[in-house]
């Protein structure tokens, strides 16, 4: 299982796939709005999204899972 997750904290602004997706490395995947600014977070390899742990409007904190992959 591969996770993919934030490198700072911020709140979820908008979650760009659902479990059962399929991503490729690169591929944004959540956006954060951290300090007024969008962040995009990417996967960083290929797979299929397996479950994601966040909800859109929720904080996360640096390191925190997003989603997981298989």
Do not use: C
Request: charged share 30%; glycine share 8%.
């Amino acid at each position: 299982m591969k996770e993919v997750k934030t490198n700072m904290a911020g709140n979820v602004w908008k979650v760009q796939v659902a479990a059962g997706d399929e991503v490729t490395a690169g591929q944004e995947v959540v956006i954060l709005e951290s300090m007024k600014m969008e962040i995009p977070i990417t996967a960083e390899e290929d797979g299929t999204v397996e479950e994601v742990k966040v909800e859109e409007g929720s904080f996360v904190n640096e390191d925190d899972v997003l989603l997981t992959l298989k």
